[in-house]
């Protein structure tokens, strides 16, 4: 790849708003690492180490991973609800010490319905992970997104319409 196309793009949004299907898809398309803080805190886990909510640990390792990885020169799409707005400084500020552009996403479901439905008919690929529920995802602190950022909306769409959305905002579809 050439090292002018490495790039940190930092997605986040809710749960079930269609992040993980969303991220995989940019991933393969940009032949990106996927760096997901589900699967790291999973992990985590399942070492005994800790138990859920295991804090900041899983974002302090996906950070250091991303980091290593875009110094490698490629590109990372980190997935993580990114709840906070210091967790999604601290992605901006990995780009910055990698030398690389940030993009920062929102995945966002704007069908409440269908949000809730997809909350509550998803099945996990993380062996051991409990998928949050609806009540748990309506309640979750989420601090709003005070920069400028991409606003993905996956209501009513399929994952390749978002994804092709998303490249043609990225200036790579």
């Known amino acids: 790849m050439n090292p002018a196309d490495v790039a940190l793009v930092v997605m ?9 299907t969303l991220s995989r898809l940019l991933a393969g398309r940009l032949r990106a690492v996927h760096v997901r803080v589900d699967t790291i805190e999973q992990a985590i886990v399942r070492s005994g180490l800790a138990e859920h909510p295991i804090g900041p640990a899983g974002y302090v390792v996906a950070y250091a991973l991303a ?3 875009l110094r490698q ?8 609800v990114n709840p906070l707005a210091v967790t999604r400084d601290t ?27 997809r909350a509550e008919s998803r099945r996990l690929d993380i062996p051991g992970l409990r998928p949050p529920s609806w009540r748990e995802i309506v309640e979750r602190a989420y601090e709003p997104w005070a920069r400028a950022h ?21 200036g790579r579809g």
């Open 12 to 20: 986040g949004g809710l749960p079930a708003t269609g992040k993980t």
């Open 67 to 69: 980091e290593d990885h």
């Open 91 to 117: 992605w901006r500020e990995v780009g910055v010490r990698a030398g690389v552009p940030v993009t920062e996403v929102e995945v966002v479901c704007s069908d409440q319905d269908e949000h809730r439905r």
């Open 150 to 170: 991409v606003t993905i909306d996956t209501a009513g769409r399929g994952p390749e319409e978002s994804a092709g959305e998303l490249l043609r905002v990225l």
């Open 73 to 80: 020169g490629l590109t990372v799409v980190a997935e993580s």
